[in-house]
T-cell receptor, first 114, second 115 residues
Framework: AQSVAQPEDQVNVAEGNPLTVKCTYSVSGNPYLFWYVQYPNRGLQFLLK??????LVKGSYGFEAEFNKSQTSFHLKKPSALVSDSALYFCAVRPNQAGTALIFGKGTTLSVSS | DVKVTQSSRYLVKRTGEKVFLECVQDMDHENMFWYRQDPGLGLRLIYFSYDVKMKEKGDIPEGYSVSREKKERFSLILESASTNQTSMYLCASTPSGARSGNTIYFGEGSWLTVV
């Protein structure tokens, strides 16, 4: 079965430190990969996506993600965390075929302390 | 900017009631989706539609139905609401499914409580 794993329910970092939120996937072929962020009582906001090309993808709010095909991973990173980055982060994949929907991980809560 | 609008943000309904959740997008997207979000479970796909009057079951369609009479509107229907359908419901849309690398845009969510 196709799936996405976010192995950490919560990630805690201090403001100014680098952060990583992990994501691995199990999807056949060459899927498209996404990261979304959700603030309390809000919908999901798109952060970035990998379609093809450079393995390092840059997105909104200073976030970036590194695609690793051999490890089937797509970890979200930021060099210097802000308190305002505290939110729920979702990794998602979409199989590379028509008529498919996003498959989501269970989400990781990022908490940045001042 | 793409706008996906869920008209009802917070609803409280009684067990057995018929519930309609409405979603409208303003970017002429072919594909629309309904997900439910529960703590610790992430987002699970209920139904999606890739064209007017077309629908496909997602992972958890039981207890739900959908309607897509117009391209911009995708409605989720709970025929007889039950307490285990208390959840956050998220609508999303994206352009043509043949280009599945397109970004999927989400509405703000509808919080449904069934009592």
């Amino acid at each position: 079965a196709q799936s996405v794993a976010q192995p950490e329910d919560q990630v805690n970092v201090a403001e100014g430190n680098p952060l990583t939120v992990k994501c691995t996937y199990s999807v056949s072929g060459n899927p498209y990969l996404f990261w979304y962020v959700q603030y309390p009582n809000r919908g999901l906001q798109f952060l970035l996506k990998y379609i093809t090309g450079d393995n390092l993808v840059k997105g909104s709010y200073g976030f970036e993600a590194e695609f690793n095909k051999s490890q089937t991973s797509f970890h979200l990173k930021k060099p210097s965390a802000l308190v305002s980055d505290s939110a729920l982060y979702f990794c998602a994949v979409r199989p590379n075929q028509a008529g498919t929907a996003l498959i989501f991980g269970k989400g990781t809560t990022l908490s940045v302390s001042s | 900017d793409v706008k996906v609008t869920q008209s009802s943000r917070y609803l409280v309904k009684r067990t057995g009631e018929k519930v309609f959740l409405e979603c409208v997008q303003d970017m002429d997207h072919e594909n629309m989706f309904w997900y439910r979000q529960d703590p610790g479970l992430g987002l699970r796909l209920i139904y999606f539609s890739y064209d007017v009057k077309m629908k496909e079951k997602g992972d958890i369609p039981e207890g739900y139905s959908v309607s897509r009479e117009k391209k911009e509107r995708f409605s989720l229907i709970l025929e007889s609401a039950s307490t285990n359908q208390t959840s956050m419901y998220l609508c999303a849309s994206t352009p043509s499914g043949a280009r599945s690398g397109n970004t999927i845009y989400f509405g703000e969510g509808s919080w449904l409580t069934v009592v």
